[in-house]
């Protein structure tokens, strides 16, 4: 496959004018700016998000409970609070070991407090076997999180 310079050029530019969203603005200190997508985790409302894949490990008939968070147009992170306005249903579903699925559903984001996200449990069926499990959104890019399942 041939790329074009220009196609290649055209990409390099749109990118650096996505990212400039969420970089420095003049005047502002944005030192703290994340700027930072949706999340899925483990953690309520309220309580610290764990954005990095936690040791949560589910036994074979065992639930899980997830939140997703985040799932908002808004970008709050510069100390200006725009409204929260939730992003559009998206299906969740965990990729079992095993290679087995469980769809989850459509879920819609709804405001909660200063979090915007939803709610969902997950049950890993008996029999499947140790492993990780991958829960995942239908968003471009997908949001991940993995928890481990264990005999």
């Known amino acids: 496959m041939t790329v074009h310079p220009r196609a ?20 502002e200190d944005v030192s703290s700016a994340g700027c930072h997508g949706p999340w899925i985790d483990t953690s309520a409302v309220g309580e610290p998000p ?13 639930t899980v409970r997830l939140h997703g968070h985040g799932y908002t147009s808004a970008c709050n992170d510069t100390g200006e609070q725009e409204e929260l306005e939730p ?5 969740v579903s965990v990729r079992l070991p095993g290679g087995g ?10 405001v909660e407090g200063t979090d915007v996200g939803f709610v969902a449990t997950a049950t890993v069926p008996a029999g499947t076997p140790a492993g990780t499990a991958v ?16 005999p």
Do not use: H
Not at 87 to 91: A, K
Not at 102 to 107: C, N, V, Y
């Open 101 to 110: 699925i469980l769809r989850l559903g459509e879920l819609t984001p709804r």
């Open 135 to 150: 829960v995942r959104d239908d968003r471009s890019p997908a949001t991940t999180f993995r928890f481990t399942v264990a």
């Open 50 to 62: 764990q954005r990095s894949d936690p040791a949560v490990t589910v036994r074979p008939g065992g």
């Open 8 to 27: 290649t050029a055209a990409a390099l530019v749109a990118s650096v004018l996505v990212l400039a969203g969420c970089g420095d603005r003049a005047g």
């Open 87 to 91: 992003l559009g249903p998206v299906e």
